[in-house]
């Protein structure tokens, strides 16, 4: 097996931490470098789930999390307008004994703390202001060298891009390409529960509407609800890919759905805008001494909420296949395990924005009924579809 004692990961978000953290724990020498000044993190709620959840308790965070967790009840399709049920299907405890582990809401910044965290405690180097530019491999002891903006080199064995969707080592590695605009754009926004006006069940609800949904859940123990506002439009023009957006704007574009929906908005201070992009799945996520994992090589739709989980997987799987296997083989036997789930989850994330949206109001109205009957007739249809997803477990791959 090769000596691969010293790592370098570009990008200090969940997926670079969850394999910084990985890779310490097993004796390495790793060094982070992250862009950002100061290690903060939007005003957002991540659902977390069982499959994700696996991995954060094999790294040792569960009893750590569980102080910041809403556990839901149920996961919800509800209608826009009349708020009428397409789907209703148990979560809290029922997921915990389906799943083995949990689903959980949290909030992005106390997972990320909690991982920043636990990775300075074993070890880890978190290099911040450290914008990576490029790399080159060559003849060194430590054979791969990541280069800053500021002309700071970090050289290492291994090479981790985890610098998320526009990612630097990606670029390099693949050719210059932007990722493509999905035609979707969302909102994020987290309300204290002080100031709502209207009574929001203990879900991860989605209520569906023509061209837009709208994603609403409680965050840390049920103190703040999270929303996400998605809609569909033709362009993005701006640069950036995440801006402060207009909570006038956001309130008008769902003016007159359901009360908890639009009461739920009125109590919204303050929100960000996202483009939401994707890529088409990539030839190969590895090259010599250089791997990449999360949104660096696989960004998806937001509406399966399993992104970050896919990152948390990723970074483990990495780090379990480097202790196997030497670089070559287990750079070769990561993307191999990881690929066809990733693109997977991909596929089905982009499908529910069709379900969702209700494309065509009789089309889409079809669908969502369709949805109701089979939960009502044959309840265990919808969670069989979710088994391959939650009930999967990379720490006994
Ligand atoms: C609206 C919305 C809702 C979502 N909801 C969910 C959900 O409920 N559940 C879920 O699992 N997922 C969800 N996701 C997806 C999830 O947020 C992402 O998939 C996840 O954050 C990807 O993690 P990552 O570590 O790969 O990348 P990122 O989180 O993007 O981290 C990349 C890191 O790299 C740094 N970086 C970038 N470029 C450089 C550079 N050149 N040099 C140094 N550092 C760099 C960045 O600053 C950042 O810290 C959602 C996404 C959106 C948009």
């Not at 050289?155 to 999905?182: C, H, N, W, Y």
């Not at 709208?214 to 362009?235: H, K, M, Q, T």
């Amino acid at each position: 097996m090769d000596q691969l004692s010293h790592v370098v990961i570009a990008g200090a978000g969940i997926g670079g931490l969850c394999a910084a953290l990985a890779l310490t724990k097993q004796g390495r020498q790793v060094v982070v470098c992250e862009q950002a000044a100061t290690l903060s993190e939007v005003g957002a709620g991540l659902q977390i789930s069982p499959n994700a959840l696996k991995v954060l308790r094999h790294l040792g965070l569960e009893d750590e999390l569980r102080p910041f967790a809403f556990v839901p009840e149920y996961a919800a399709i509800r209608d826009y307008k009349t708020g009428e049920y397409y789907l209703k299907s148990p979560l809290g405890t029922s997921a915990e004994s389906r799943y083995g582990a949990p689903y959980w809401h949290l909030h992005r910044a106390d997972l990320h703390r909690v991982l920043v965290e636990a990775c300075l405690q074993a070890g880890v180097e978190l290099v911040l202001n450290a914008a990576v530019v490029s790399y080159r491999e060559n003849l060194e002891r430590q054979p791969v060298s990541l280069l800053l903006e500021d002309g700071r080199v970090f050289s290492a064995d291994l090479l981790i891009g985890a610098d998320g969707i526009r990612s630097k080592v990606r670029e390099q590695m693949l050719g210059q390409e932007r990722p493509t605009f999905m035609g979707q754009v969302a909102w994020r926004g987290v309300i204290p529960v002080s100031d709502l006006t209207v009574d929001v069940k203990p879900d991860a609800c989605v209520w569906a509407g023509p061209g837009r949904h709208f994603v609403s859940y409680y965050l840390r123990g049920g103190d703040y609800v999270n929303f996400v506002a998605v809609e569909e439009r033709s362009d993005w023009l701006s640069e950036s890919w995440r801006e402060e957006g207009n909570v006038d704007e956001l309130k008008r574009a769902f003016a007159g759905w359901h009360p908890e929906v639009s009461e739920l908005l009125q109590s919204a201070r303050s929100t960000f805008l996202w483009a939401l992009n994707g890529r088409e799945p990539l030839s190969t996520w590895h090259q010599g001494r250089v791997v990449l994992l999360g949104d660096a090589c696989h960004p998806m739709l937001p509406f399966m909420a399993q992104g970050a989980a896919m990152a948390i997987e990723d970074g483990y799987v990495l780090a379990k296949c480097l202790s196997r296997h030497s670089l070559k083989d287990a750079l070769f036997q990561y993307e191999h395990l990881r690929k066809p789930r990733a693109t997977k989850i991909q596929q089905m994330s982009k499908a529910n924005a069709g379900l969702y949206h209700m494309h065509g109001d009789v089309l889409g109205r079809m669908k969502l009924t369709a949805l109701q009957v089979a939960g009502r007739f044959v309840p265990n249809v919808i969670q069989s579809k979710l088994d391959t997803v939650y009930g999967y477990d990379v720490t006994e791959v």
